[in-house]
């Protein structure tokens, strides 16, 4: 197979690790990452993006790699005044990380789409792939647990730390919301498709909950690859295994597989574990992803993966 335009799916923290990969072999607009936008909310009037954010910080290499997200050497100027001021923090804003929500905010409220402001940003950040929200609609993703009833996602994850038990997930908006112009546009052109090892019920369901993307992504006769988001039983960080067991799966990489089911016709799993499927090519290899060399050493395999189908 000839492989030229990728397009890979990513939501945060495992999503960027495995775009950074890509990006360093493929380093033109011939690479589009596809950012779930599942995650965006509001904080004190300003729109936050944390999966976008994440991507675009790590793809520009400003990203604190102890955290995985937010901006190397941060301060909190900001956030200690807030404190001062008798609110209750929660939420983590950097002083550099905040001039990224201000502008975006001040865009948006201009009439720009999310999609140019990204383009913007990743252009001022020296950024060469192309990276598209999924969407330019809200589609917040609510997560309903037993202890708290259904909560806005920032709230399930960062105030209360993914401990609720989880009994369902919902995408609002998502089923009536479109996909961008160009977001179509590169899933029509792309030479291959990658779902990178992200949440696969928070990071990659809402996007493929916008609109049709599962339907335009079905279509296309490319390879159509999955990476494991877990490895030898678990989750290599956030709480992919233990929201698996709460939605009553075995937290393994072969149910991540089923759960993709045909929407991939390929699947990279970890070399610690064991799937087994019948329509779907298997790639077992070593996907932990820890320096900046297993990065795009996994990407390298993949991508040589791919190009002998
Ligand atoms: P989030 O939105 O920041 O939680 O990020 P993602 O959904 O993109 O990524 C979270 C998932 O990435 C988790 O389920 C992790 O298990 C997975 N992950 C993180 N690092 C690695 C890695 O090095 N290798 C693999 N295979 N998965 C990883």
């Known amino acids: 197979v000839a492989l030229k335009r990728i397009v890979a799916l990513v939501g945060g923290v495992g999503g960027a690790k495995l775009a950074y990969g890509l990006a360093q072999l493929i380093p033109t607009q011939d690479l589009t990452v596809i950012v779930n936008v599942g995650d965006d909310f509001e904080l004190y009037g300003l729109k936050i993006c944390p999966d976008l954010d994440t991507i675009l910080y790590t793809l520009s290499q400003r990203v604190d790699t102890t955290n995985g997200w937010g901006v190397a050497g941060d301060t909190t100027a900001m956030l200690e005044t807030l404190r001062g001021y008798g609110e209750d923090i929660w939420f983590r804003l950097g002083d550099q990380d905040l001039a990224t929500h201000l502008l975006r905010t001040h865009m948006l409220h201009n009439g720009h789409t999310l999609t140019q402001v990204v383009t913007h940003l990743a252009q001022r950040m020296g950024i060469t792939a192309r990276v598209l929200p999924v969407t330019d609609a809200a589609v917040p993703t609510m997560i309903d647990t037993i202890e708290h009833g259904e909560l806005p996602f920032q709230t399930y994850f960062v105030r209360h730390r993914w401990q609720p038990q989880v009994r369902g997930v919902r995408f609002v908006g998502a089923a009536q919301a479109q996909v961008s112009a160009e977001v179509r ?9 990658l779902i990178a090892p992200s949440n696969p019920w928070l990071s990659v369901a809402p996007m ?32 992919a295994a233990k929201l698996m067991g709460e939605l009553g799966f075995a937290p393994t990489a072969q149910t991540v597989l089923d759960y993709y089911g045909t929407l991939v016709n390929g699947f990279v799993y970890d070399a610690q574990d064991q799937v087994s499927a019948d329509d779907v090519r298997l790639y077992r290899t070593n996907t932990l992803m820890q320096s900046g060399e297993d990065k795009v050493k996994l990407a390298q395999n993949i991508l040589d993966w791919i190009g002998r189908w």
Do not use: H, N, S, Y
Not at 185 to 193: G, K, N, R
Not at 208 to 234: H, K, M, N, S, Y
């Open 208 to 239: 493929l909950a916008v609109g049709d993307l599962r339907a335009q992504l079905l279509a296309r006769e490319v390879p159509r690859v999955a990476v494991t988001p877990i490895i030898g039983g678990r989750a290599v960080k956030g709480p």
């Open 185 to 193: 546009a590169a899933v029509a052109a792309a030479d291959a498709i």
